[in-house]
């Protein structure tokens, strides 16, 4: 299977009860898949998180940047502590910050010059980057990611 990230958007009801849940990790798993099924907006990037991390700035989500809006619109702004799985979230009030650095990135510009050969050098996961054959599949399968 492997480690995919979705995107949605939970309404304050939702966000006030996953802060309330504490660290119930079943509870917590559970609600927000419940809470994905129900949201018109969920967004699903599948294995490419670290790529587009990378992408947008230069390192793999190993290498987390708390004061980089980029950074946080990939990993979000505040972890969920003591899950196996990761899982963050990024309040409204702090959404602006990150949308203004999404819209000064120049996306048409990173993507000339995208290389997966540097993300398999860089050991990003997942690590499909070891042939050609994979590379241009997965080159064109993040493209088709980035243009949802």
């Not at 990003?124 to 050609?132: A, E, Q, R, S």
Request: proline fraction near 1%; glycine fraction near 4%; charge should be negative.
């Amino acid at each position: 299977m492997g480690l995919i990230a979705n995107y949605s958007c939970l309404s304050d009801a939702n966000l006030k009860e996953l802060k309330a849940m504490g660290s119930e990790e079943e509870e917590i798993l559970e609600s927000v898949e419940e809470w994905n099924d129900d949201d018109e907006l969920l967004l699903n990037i599948d294995k490419m998180w670290d790529v587009l991390h990378f992408v947008l700035t230069g390192v793999g989500t190993d290498h987390k940047d708390d004061k980089n809006p980029l950074s946080q619109a990939v990993l979000g702004i505040t972890t969920v502590e003591e899950l196996s799985d990761y899982l963050a979230y990024t309040e409204y009030d702090k959404l602006a910050d990150i949308v203004a650095a999404l819209e000064q990135f120049d996306m048409e510009e990173a993507l000339e010059s995208f290389d997966m050969a540097a993300c398999k050098e860089a050991e990003l996961y997942p690590n499909i980057c070891t042939t050609m054959r994979k590379r241009k599949k997965s080159k064109t399968n993040f493209f088709m990611i980035l243009n949802k």
